[in-house]
């Protein structure tokens, strides 16, 4: 099993571009979520999908767009970057989207936003 | 509003010296607690949680972390910290369902000296 796998690992990107940071998971998890991670702030959640064909926002949801794909994949765009959004995006997947459910994470893309 | 501190940035610890990270939280319920380490370029990874029962947790790698209702606290230690311990450590708290499903800290970045 890989887990939660994500591309691309790194990006650099110029204001005004768009872009589609992808994520798979393989654990048959019915939830799975966006994070992105910043200096100093932890992880804050930006969308979530509780289940196939959901999605919801969560903390800080501005300039991002979702897509639950299937059950396996759920991607994350940005229509067009700013340099608000260099930070470090991570994917996670859990079996249900309670509280008390463990998150599984994956290795996160670094974006840069010049 | 629910909210997780880890009070303390920076930790330095010698190697074989016992290492103890603080998390408060504030939640009004009985809260579901987590904590997650994270290895430098890696994703977040499950340490241990607590739901109920034993206050005393025990996790993977050799941490144990321990439920203070009276202090609203759930601090992560260790005995004896290997030079691989260093890394990002983070206490979550998961939130009511209807919210953002977990609530992250800030972090502990640990450093350990040979």
């Known amino acids: 099993n890989a887990g939660v796998t994500q591309t691309p690992k790194f990006q650099v990107l110029k204001t005004g571009q768009s872009m589609t940071l992808q994520c798979a998971q393989d654990?048959?998890?019915?939830?799975m979520y966006w994070y992105r991670q910043d200096p100093g702030m932890g992880l804050r959640l930006i969308y979530y999908s509780a289940s196939e064909g959901t999605t919801d926002k969560g903390e800080v949801p501005n300039g991002y767009n979702v897509s639950r794909l299937n059950k396996r994949e759920f991607s994350l765009r940005l229509e067009s970057a700013a340099p608000s959004q260099t930070s470090v995006y991570f994917c996670a997947s859990s079996e249900r989207a309670g509280r008390a459910d463990t998150q599984y994470f994956g290795p996160g893309t670094r974006l840069t936003v010049l | 509003a629910q909210s997780v501190t880890q009070p303390d940035i920076h930790i330095t610890v010698s190697e074989g010296a016992s290492l103890e990270l603080r998390c408060n939280y504030s939640?009004?319920?009985?809260?579901?607690l987590f904590w997650y380490v994270q290895s430098p370029g890696q994703g977040l990874q499950l340490l241990l949680k607590?739901?109920?029962?034993?206050?005393l947790v025990q996790g993977i790698k050799g941490f144990e972390a321990e439920f203070k209702r009276s202090q609203s606290s759930f601090n992560l230690r260790k005995p004896s910290v290997h030079w691989s311990d260093a890394a990002e450590y983070f206490c979550?708290?998961?939130?009511?369902?209807?919210?953002?499903?977990?609530?992250f800290g800030t972090g502990t970045r640990l450093k350990v000296l040979a």
């Open positions: 979550a708290v998961g939130a009511p369902s209807g919210t953002y499903k977990y609530i």
């Open positions: 939640y009004g319920a009985t809260p579901y």
């Open positions: 654990m048959n998890h019915n939830s």
């Open positions: 607590y739901f109920s029962g034993d206050t």
